[in-house]
């Protein structure tokens, strides 16, 4: 089995080799277990996940965990030891949330070091995974937007970005199934005059649960995608001649202040969509499939009386109904976080 030092430098290069022979006998001979680094076992991980649609944000993960664990033994991270890179997330002002989704990729590779990974003696790389709890802080609540409110927030959203809301609060698609929504998705559905997107689940592109979703459209959501025609030759939103790459940009931040709504999110445009079908009536397996929802159905295989019932149901969230939205108030002496995401490096450390 062949194995990269790592250097080019020859002295460097002979003196690794004589650790890792003097390593692979302590472990044939004396069954002592190879040390590895949590760096290694990122590197191995990433090597052996290329194809996966979650490697992005394990990079990311890696990125802020490295700096501060990258070189301990995988037997030397635990709790205390990741004080420090707790610490410094919150310094950078990111959500509980999303530390613990960070958290969970490092406690993946520690849970594989444990009982998947092997040496070559047979030993795994880490005897026992740590027992490693999650950040405490303030969960997020889902924010459906009052007809007033959503208003409040179009009026002062950039044209483009305006588009995309308005699409998303009427399709319920999630933020990358409008940013790389493409022509060549659209099919058409002759019998009943109208098309639908089929999102595909492929190299290309993928859903969050892996399953392709039919989008239907309403008659506003239609609208807007006729609009977007002849404008793109591949993407259907675009800002200035370029596929839309964010939606939470400085353009949505400043319009949400000026419309007095500084903590909705983006993916509160999702929450509306669903609140709006299920105030309107809709059934749960309507809703399921309408939102993309993961389901035992098979959901890309419609009859034309199913894409009917579909645009029947996401129509009825065309209309103004007057409803109360009520809400729980969070206390007044907690923080308002703002979302606080950062441009992913996809390098490897």
Request: net charge positive; hydrophobic share 35%; with cysteine.
């Amino acid at each position: 089995m062949a194995e990269s030092c790592g250097t080019t430098n020859l002295a460097e290069a002979e003196q690794y080799l004589a650790f890792r022979l003097n390593e692979i006998r302590n472990a044939m001979v004396y069954g002592i277990r190879p040390t590895r680094t949590f760096q290694q076992a990122a590197i191995k991980y990433l090597d052996d996940n290329r194809h996966k649609k979650s490697l992005k944000r394990y990079i990311y993960a890696f990125n802020r965990a490295i700096p501060h664990i990258g070189h301990l033994r995988l037997d030397r991270i635990h709790n205390d030891t990741l004080a420090k890179y707790r610490q410094s997330r919150r310094s950078d002002g990111v959500t509980a949330g999303t530390i613990n989704k960070e958290l969970s990729c490092i406690r993946r590779i520690l849970n594989l070091a444990a009982r998947v990974w092997r040496h070559d003696n047979g030993m795994s790389w880490l005897d026992a995974p740590p027992l490693i709890e999650m950040e405490q802080g303030l969960v997020r609540n889902p924010y459906p937007l009052s007809w007033e409110e959503q208003d409040q927030l179009f009026r002062e959203l950039p044209a483009h970005l305006q588009r995309i809301a308005l699409y998303k609060v009427n399709t319920g698609c999630r933020k990358q199934e409008v940013c790389q929504l493409r022509w060549n998705w659209e099919v058409q559905v002759p019998e009943l005059g109208t098309s639908v997107f089929i999102l595909p689940s492929n190299d290309q592109f993928q859903t969050k649960n892996s399953q392709e979703r039919v989008v239907v459209l309403n008659s506003i959501a239609r609208r807007v995608i006729d609009e977007q025609r002849g404008k793109h030759p591949e993407f259907v939103f675009t800002y200035k001649g370029r596929p839309t790459k964010s939606i939470l940009n400085s353009g949505w931040k400043l319009a949400r202040n000026r419309a007095g709504l500084p903590n909705v999110r983006v993916h509160d445009l999702r929450h509306t969509f669903g609140h709006r079908l299920r105030a309107a009536g809709v059934s749960f397996e309507d809703r399921q499939d309408l939102l993309g929802h993961k389901s035992d159905r098979i959901t890309t295989h419609y009859s034309a009386p199913d894409i009917v019932r579909l645009i029947e149901a996401a129509e009825k969230v065309c209309e103004r109904r007057a409803n109360t939205v009520l809400r729980i108030a969070a206390p007044t002496n907690l923080p308002q976080f703002e979302n606080q995401t950062k441009t992913v490096q996809e390098g490897r450390s």
